[in-house]
Every structure is written in structure tokens, then in C-alpha cells.
């Protein structure tokens, strides 16, 4: 399996009238191509002719330093996606910086009406992520250049530019150590839409489930799978010991207790997806009695 590590540079409205479908027009895609040694076993870069902003944000002109006219006698999208597909292979994950390059290409694909990538959620590593999670607090988000800095990687190209981008982001991938690779991430553009799609993966502390799409939050929480709290280790349902309670209408708390591995905290997020249904991440983590204790009053407060 190959590693396609990409960036994209987009642009917006810069007279603040945007078309809501597409907020970002992609105007470059640059990638590298990682074998399963990390090494690059090849390149892309293509420039973009904008359909959609005729005219460069200033953001867009003084981040990425690209005129206009260099791009109006490149190809269009669908022509430079369709390249870019059938030069990424069958066997590969994607590999960006942050979550949101993998969401804006297929925004950008839906947008000119071709295939989706995906018939539901995608693995991909999010590099950003894989950083915080080798190097530092996992938390964190950082600038790549940050990142470039901290592993002391030569900056022999200049940043902001799609390739130069991935570039680095490669760099930084084949820093990471084998485990912390195991911290794959899931672009939920595609929401599962049925429940042999559900997602169910279980990481190195945690284990988490992104339900099918529902009508509403009432249904998502009428369903059974839902609102199941289940030792991922022994697959058994635990012992309720705190049932759900929300502050906010959006995330939801409880916990229980497996007799052989302990106190397990359960947390719903609920999210909105792409076409305005909803569906649930729930993640599943066990925890100490001392947070058992923490949640159990946090409760107490809400519902004395
Ligand atoms: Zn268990």
C-alpha cells in the first residue's frame, strides 16, 4: 500500500457572495507518493483553472503568492482530478495535514457531480494528529513548519505552496514510529448510510463507533447500538453505572463498569451531517475510579 501525502490551495469569494456548495475552490493539488518504507516513489503538481472566483482572495494572493493569470489556461478540475486519481494507483491511503484537505477535495468533486470517493467514511492519517500523538501532548495542533522545525527536517523548498506542503508532511510521516500509526483518523464527508457501514475501530486507549445516518437526535438516541455501552475488550455489555446525561444537547455522558477491566467512560457526540441528518460518534475509554468519580458528580450538579 502506497502513502499519498497532498495539499491543496484553494480560493474564496472575495466579494464576500460565495456559492454555498463551494465555498473553496480548489486552484492547486500537490502530492507525493510514499512506498511502505517511506520512501517517494513519486510526485504530483498541477495548477487549477478557477470556474467559480474569477478574482484571488487576498488571503489566497498573499499566503500562496500565485497570480490569476497563471492559472486560467490550466485544466479544470474534473481533468486535474481525474489525473490525479489514476496517478495515486488502487492500494493507498491519504495522508494530510489536518482534517480538512480530504473534506474540501470531495466538496470540490461533489460540487462538478463526479463519483464519490467513497461510499462512506475514509481511513486516512491526519499527519497534523500523528505529530501531536508522537511528539508531543496529542492534543495539540500545530503548524507544519512547526513540526518541520521540532524534527529538525531541512527546509530546502519554500512553505504554502501545494507541493512544497506535502512535501514536508511527507517528511514528517516517515518520522512517525510504527504504533503511533495506528492513530488513523475518518473523513465523515460520506456518512455511513447504512449499518454494515458503520465504523467501529478500536485505538491504542479508546474505541470508536460513527453511526449510520437518522432522522433526528431522538431517533439517533432510540437506537440500541447507540446508546449501548459495551466493553470493547471482552464485547460484553458493562454494568451501567452512570446513564446518559447531556449539558449542552450535543454531547452526551455516561459510564459503566466491566468486571474484569474496569470503569469505562462513554461519550455521543452529536453531528450534523453533509445533507442535514444527523448521525453519532461515540467513543468508549476506560478511566480511573477518581474520573468515575469526577463524571458521577458532574452528573449529580446537573440532575441533583
Ligand atoms: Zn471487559
Given at each position: 500500500?502506497?502513502?499519498?501525502?497532498?495539499?491543496?490551495?484553494?480560493?474564496?469569494?472575495?466579494?464576500?457572495?460565495?456559492?454555498?456548495?463551494?465555498?473553496?475552490?480548489?486552484?492547486?493539488?500537490?502530492?507525493?507518493?510514499?512506498?511502505?518504507?517511506?520512501?517517494?516513489?513519486?510526485?504530483?503538481?498541477?495548477?487549477?483553472?478557477?470556474?467559480?472566483?474569477?478574482?484571488?482572495?487576498?488571503?489566497?494572493?498573499?499566503?500562496?503568492?500565485?497570480?490569476?493569470?497563471?492559472?486560467?489556461?490550466?485544466?479544470?478540475?474534473?481533468?486535474?482530478?481525474?489525473?490525479?486519481?489514476?496517478?495515486?494507483?488502487?492500494?493507498?491511503?491519504?495522508?494530510?495535514?489536518?482534517?480538512?484537505?480530504?473534506?474540501?477535495?470531495?466538496?470540490?468533486?461533489?460540487?462538478?457531480?463526479?463519483?464519490?470517493?467513497?461510499?462512506?467514511?475514509?481511513?486516512?492519517?491526519?499527519?497534523?494528529?500523528?505529530?501531536?500523538?508522537?511528539?508531543?501532548?496529542?492534543?495539540?495542533?500545530?503548524?507544519?513548519?512547526?513540526?518541520?522545525?521540532?524534527?529538525?527536517?531541512?527546509?530546502?523548498?519554500?512553505?504554502?505552496?501545494?507541493?512544497?506542503?506535502?512535501?514536508?508532511?511527507?517528511?514528517?510521516?516517515?518520522?512517525?514510529?510504527?504504533?503511533?500509526?495506528?492513530?488513523?483518523?475518518?473523513?465523515?464527508?460520506?456518512?455511513?448510510?447504512?449499518?454494515?457501514?458503520?465504523?467501529?475501530?478500536?485505538?491504542?486507549?479508546?474505541?470508536?463507533?460513527?453511526?449510520?445516518?437518522?432522522?433526528?437526535?431522538?431517533?439517533?438516541?432510540?437506537?440500541?447500538?447507540?446508546?449501548?455501552?459495551?466493553?470493547?475488550?471482552?464485547?460484553?455489555?458493562?454494568?451501567?453505572?452512570?446513564?446518559?446525561?447531556?449539558?449542552?444537547?450535543?454531547?452526551?455522558?455516561?459510564?459503566?463498569?466491566?468486571?474484569?477491566?474496569?470503569?469505562?467512560?462513554?461519550?455521543?457526540?452529536?453531528?450534523?451531517?453533509?445533507?442535514?441528518?444527523?448521525?453519532?460518534?461515540?467513543?468508549?475509554?476506560f478511566i480511573s475510579e477518581e474520573d468515575f468519580n469526577v463524571l458521577d458528580e458532574k452528573r449529580t450538579k446537573?440532575?441533583?
Open positions: 500500500m502506497d502513502y499519498i501525502v497532498f495539499d491543496l490551495e484553494w480560493n474564496q469569494s472575495d466579494t464576500g457572495r460565495e456559492v454555498k456548495e463551494i465555498p473553496f475552490e480548489i486552484i492547486e493539488i500537490g502530492a507525493v507518493k510514499l512506498n511502505e518504507e517511506f520512501r517517494m516513489k513519486g510526485k504530483f503538481h498541477r495548477l487549477i483553472k478557477p470556474e467559480i472566483y474569477k478574482e484571488l482572495h487576498y488571503i489566497t494572493r498573499s499566503l500562496i503568492h500565485i497570480k490569476m493569470e497563471e492559472l486560467v489556461n490550466e485544466k479544470s478540475f474534473p481533468e486535474v482530478m481525474e489525473e490525479f486519481l489514476d496517478w495515486c494507483g488502487d492500494d493507498y491511503i491519504f495522508c494530510t495535514w489536518g482534517p480538512i484537505d480530504l473534506t474540501e477535495l470531495q466538496r470540490n468533486m461533489r460540487f462538478y457531480q463526479m463519483p464519490a470517493l467513497s461510499g462512506g467514511p475514509i481511513k486516512f492519517y491526519d499527519v497534523q494528529k500523528l505529530f501531536s500523538i508522537g511528539f508531543e501532548d496529542r492534543k495539540t495542533r500545530r503548524a507544519l513548519e512547526h513540526a518541520v522545525d521540532v524534527l529538525g527536517i531541512e527546509k530546502d523548498i519554500p512553505f504554502h505552496r501545494a507541493f512544497s506542503d506535502a512535501y514536508y508532511t511527507a517528511k514528517v510521516l516517515s518520522r512517525i514510529e510504527g504504533p503511533v500509526l495506528h492513530n488513523y483518523s475518518f473523513d465523515v464527508f460520506t456518512t455511513p448510510k447504512t449499518k454494515n457501514d458503520e465504523v467501529k475501530a478500536v485505538f491504542d486507549n479508546y474505541m470508536k463507533y460513527i453511526s449510520r445516518e437518522f432522522n433526528d437526535k431522538s431517533e439517533a438516541l432510540s437506537d440500541r447500538e447507540v446508546v449501548s455501552m459495551k466493553c470493547y475488550l471482552c464485547r460484553k455489555n458493562v454494568k451501567c453505572k452512570i446513564g446518559w446525561f447531556s449539558a449542552n444537547g450535543k454531547h452526551y455522558y455516561g459510564a459503566g463498569y466491566c468486571d474484569i477491566h474496569g470503569y469505562i467512560k462513554a461519550k455521543i457526540r452529536m453531528r450534523k451531517s453533509e445533507n442535514k441528518k444527523v448521525y453519532v460518534v461515540k467513543t468508549l475509554k446537573l440532575k441533583p
